[in-house]
Each structure stands twice: as C-alpha cells, then as structure tokens.
C-alpha cells in the first residue's frame, strides 16, 4: 500500500460526461474560505435548492421464507455510474446507487427479511485514482451473517452480482447500505455509493412521525472542480474536508415544513468531517435515537456531536414558530475540521401556514420514555472480559492502525494473515468490555464495530454525553479520548470488522477484524468470503 499518496485529482470523466484528465488542486487551503475551484457563479449558495430525499426502493419481488415462514422482500440495486444535479448549473458524474445520489432509501417492517441483489455495472476503474471497481457493500446497523456483511475483501467484480440478505430482525433503526470495498472505501463512498435504510417496527411507529414527518437526512460534503467534476483530497490520507455542505445531494437545501414536530434522521456520511449541529434559534432538539434504535430516554440538546456514519434521530418542533419564520440548522464544528466560509451551515426550514393534521397524535408529542433494549440493559457485572487498544498513527510507516502491531491492527495484516489474524475472539454470547484509547494526538476517530451495538459506558472516566446513552455502533473517540464500551456478542459466529469510520483512516488502515465463538483452526461455516460467493450477472 502507498504511504503517502497524495491526492489532488479530479474526477475527470466517467465515460459519460466530462472531460479526460485530472485537475490538479493546489496543495494548500490552510485559511482558505473554500477548497472548490468553481467559478463565482457555479459556485452553490447556501439556502437557494430544494430540499429534497431520495427516491424510495419498492421491492420487484416479495415471497415468504419456506424455513421459517417469514416474508421476505427482494430489492434490485444495480452500482453504476451517473450524473447528479448537485450544482446550479453544472452535472456532477458520481458513481451510484440505481443512478441516484444518494442511493434510494429502502424501508423494511421488522421481521420481514430482504434480498437486496447487488449488480457491479460501474466503469472498470475508479475516475479519480484508476482503482479497479470493485465493490463490496455493507449494511451499516445489521447484524448480518459474515458473508451478507460487506466484509471488504469479498469483492463482486464488475459484471457480477451478490444476494446480500438481510434479517431485519433488530429493533427499528436508522441504517445505511455503502461501499467497503477493500482500501477504496472513501473514494467509492464519496463518489456515491451511500444511501440509507430503514427498520420499522410498531413501538417506533406508535412514538415517532411517520411518513412524510419521518424525513431522512443524509449529510455530506465535497469539494469540486472547475467542471463540476467531484475533487478529492485527502491531505495525506488524515481526512477530506470539502467546502460544500450537502443534504440528500443538494447545497444547504431549504425545506418548508408545517407548525408541528418533525423526526429527522441524521446520517453523517461525511466521509470524515464531524457535525456539531444546531438551531439558529438555540431552541433544543430532541434526540430520541441513537445508531441502534429507540434511547431508553429521549434528551433534549441545544447541539451535539456527531461523526461520519453515527445516525441520531432527532425531533424538532415547529410549532412555536410563525408562518414564514426561517430556522437554520448550523454546524458550530469540531476540533480538528477544516472549516470553509458555509461549512457552519447545513440547511434551513421555512415555515409554512399549510393546516396541520391534528389526528395524528405524533404531531404534538414529545415523548420522554422510550424503549428498553438488550443492550442498554446490559450491566458491567455481566461483563467476562476487558480488552483494550490503543488507535494511532504509526511514526515510522504513517498508517494509522488498531492495537500495537500492524500485523494484527491493520487490514493489509489480516490480509497476509490469509483472513486469520484477529483482535479478539469473544465467545457466542458473551459479554465483554471493549476500551479504545486515542494516542493519535491531534485526530478524532468514530471507532465502528460490526454486528453487535454496544453502550457506552464512559468517556475519559466520566459519564458518556446525554445524547449517546442509546444504542450506538459507532463512537466517537475524540482527541485525547479514552472510551469504555460494554457489548453481547452474537446472535451469529463468524469474523467481522471493526474500524474507523474517517473513511480515509479506515482505507490506510485502520480496520481490523474479531471472531466470535470460532473455535482455533474450526471450519467457519460462514467464512465472509467463501460461503456466498458473487456470480456473474446474467442480467436475470
Ligand atoms: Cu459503515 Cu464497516 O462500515
Ligand atoms: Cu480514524
């Protein structure tokens, strides 16, 4: 793997659209107001687009499950490459989802499974660095079997296609599908390849707004050529900072909402910068739902903080606004972003007079108590074991790595390993305490485990932030942070990832995997690459 690669390329086609050839960006931006190099007037402005979400999934084929009699949904994503309105007047090629960006949501009750068929017809290479487009997808959230997980080196090549299966048997949540394929994560996650997923299930539906108060919120940023082209820079591999706040793919949209309470669901999916967002007003939110679901108490915040791939699901209450009253939702940032002249910006709401349905009991309803959840009410007496590791940057190679040898702490060690080389190897159904130490100085890293959610049990010794006492599958291990998280692990045994979720970290190489009730040298039944192999796509 190359150390230290730098990146200042464009995309520059994608066959499609486009010119050939990258653009190069100048090196530094320190104290810039932006990092795109569009003119004055392709240049977006905050508050001038639409608000709007992506395309609902509907499924081409529903059945039932002859082993157990459950309903089963089939989903048809096919990755491709696209063009996107993101700019006012300029098409941006990225790679996508079904050719939206981002990719459409699906949206499944709990208890029904899905087979979401996943079709590689991207361009052989990646535009911006050549990569060979490969991909493999996860579903962040899910407790999947091994081989349906995205494990990154379960690759489908072009021209071939998986059945990931889903089981949707969690609590309702807020998930999202995206690219994992092995160290071109970031690349293929900000060109497009994100969407998000949604778990149902009659005590969210009987809380929370439905329908179209149920708003999906998936927050990126990028940085863009003179040509609309998607720029990329990774400054080292520590992190891409862009100067456009996105919101469903559109610049700091507006949306009009009506004088009740909306829930948003927040999907940082910033490849590496962090959120801190919040009203304009400084009126609180309420956050009701963490990564996993439902919070055992709903908490009510003026702001928070938030990393790549955390979800919390938020209500804000309009009805104390008037008519024609604008409500920006900001970002007050964190340490260690690179901030640009509309990057504390993320997008506004307008109030409109539109009557509202006061049927529908969720209009009004601030609820307080929540859900319990297994994992919420797991105690640390439960707890068989502590394990503990430090995350860093290596001083002599530059790769950021999990633990203290490479061998072990990063994805190129696993992969020279032949997929051996675990962190831990808990047993089904145990209970352990997992602590992360951040010795990287002057970085955050929203640390990410696999199958399982865990609680948060402290942060640098002290109670975690009111708003992360839910279930979570991803923390943010801040500068100088030390967290301690408590997790069950199961319902299946096989091998999983855990990594950072700064994409670029994650790419240089920062993922590791666990084992869980795999036995030393046992036949793993469900061996992520092996046991569902991809298959050339027939088109069928
Ligand atoms: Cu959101 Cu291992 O990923
Ligand atoms: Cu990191």
């Known amino acids: 793997m190359s150390v230290s690669r730098r990146q200042f390329l464009a995309l520059g086609g ?22 795109s190099r569009l003119s004055d007037r392709d240049m977006p402005r905050p508050y001038q687009t639409a608000f709007s979400q992506a395309p609902l999934l509907q499924p081409y084929q529903t059945g039932i499950d002859p082993a157990d009699g459950a309903p089963v949904n089939s989903y048809l994503v096919t990755a491709m490459a696209a063009s996107a309105a993101i700019l006012p007047r300029l098409r941006t090629p990225i790679l996508s989802y079904n050719g939206t960006f981002p990719g459409p949501t699906i949206k499944v009750e709990r ?20 990569h060979l487009l490969s991909i493999s997808t996860h579903l962040h959230g899910s407790a999947s079997l091994p081989q349906f997980d995205g494990y990154a080196s379960d690759v489908s090549q072009q021209g071939f296609r998986k059945d990931y299966k889903y089981p949707n048997f969690q609590a309702a949540r807020t998930l999202w599908y995206h690219d994992h394929a092995v160290h071109n994560t970031a690349l293929n996650v900000y060109a497009g390849l994100a969407a998000q997923y949604h778990i149902h299930d009659p005590q969210e539906r009987q809380l929370l707004p439905q ?18 082209t998607l720029a990329y820079d990774d400054r080292e591999q520590s992190g891409l900072w862009g100067d456009v706040m996105l919101v469903n793919g559109k610049p700091w949209p507006v949306m009009k909402v009506q004088r009740r309470i909306y829930r948003f669901r927040i999907l940082n999916a910033c490849i590496s910068r962090s959120l801190r967002p919040m009203l304009s007003t400084g009126d609180a939110v309420t956050i009701v739902a963490t990564d996993g679901g439902l919070m055992p108490k709903a908490q009510s915040v003026v702001s928070w903080r938030h990393a790549s791939a955390e979800r919390y699901e938020v209500l804000i209450d309009f009805r104390k606004y008037a008519v024609g009253k604008r409500i920006e939702l900001r970002n007050l940032s964190n340490e260690n972003n690179r901030d640009f002249d509309n990057t504390n910006k993320i997008m506004a709401f307008d ?28 105690t640390q007496a439960q707890s068989t074991k502590t394990r503990r590791w430090r995350v860093k940057r290596d001083d002599v190679t530059n790769v950021w ?12 060690g696993v992969v020279a390993s032949g997929f051996r080389n675990v962190i831990a190897n808990p047993e089904l159904g145990a209970t352990e305490i997992w602590e992360f130490e951040n010795s990287s100085g002057g970085w955050f890293h929203p ?56 994409l670029p970290h994650e790419d240089h190489d920062m993922m590791v995997q666990f084992s869980v009730g795999l036995a030393d040298g046992a036949v793993d039944a469900n061996d992520p690459i092996n046991a569902a192999k991809p298959t050339w796509d027939d088109g069928l």
């Open 401 to 412: 790595r999990i633990g203290e040898t490479a061998a072990a702490g990063t994805w190129a």
């Open 211 to 228: 329908g179209a108060f149920d708003v999906a919120m998936t927050v990126s940023d990028a940085i863009f050529a003179a040509n609309g």
């Open 111 to 130: 208890g029904t499974k899905a087979v979401l068929r996943m079709r590689n017809q991207l361009p052989a290479k990646h535009p911006i660095d050549d």
């Open 447 to 502: 640390i990410h485990t696999h199958l399982v959610d865990f609680q948060i049990l402290s942060r640098n010794g002290r109670a975690p932030f009111p708003y992360e006492v839910g279930p979570k599958d991803v923390v943010y291990v801040g500068e100088g942070e030390t967290v301690r998280l408590l997790m069950k692990f199961g319902p299946h045994r096989g091998k999983y990832m855990v990594h950072c979720h700064n």
């Open 351 to 378: 109030v409109v007079g539109a009557p509202v349905d006061t049927s529908d009991p969720t209009w009004n309803t601030i609820p307080t108590t929540l859900a319990a959840s297994e994992v919420m009410s797991l």
């Open 14 to 35: 994608l066959g499609v659209i486009g010119a050939a050839g990258a653009l190069a960006l100048p090196l530094s931006t320190v104290g810039a107001s932006s990092a």
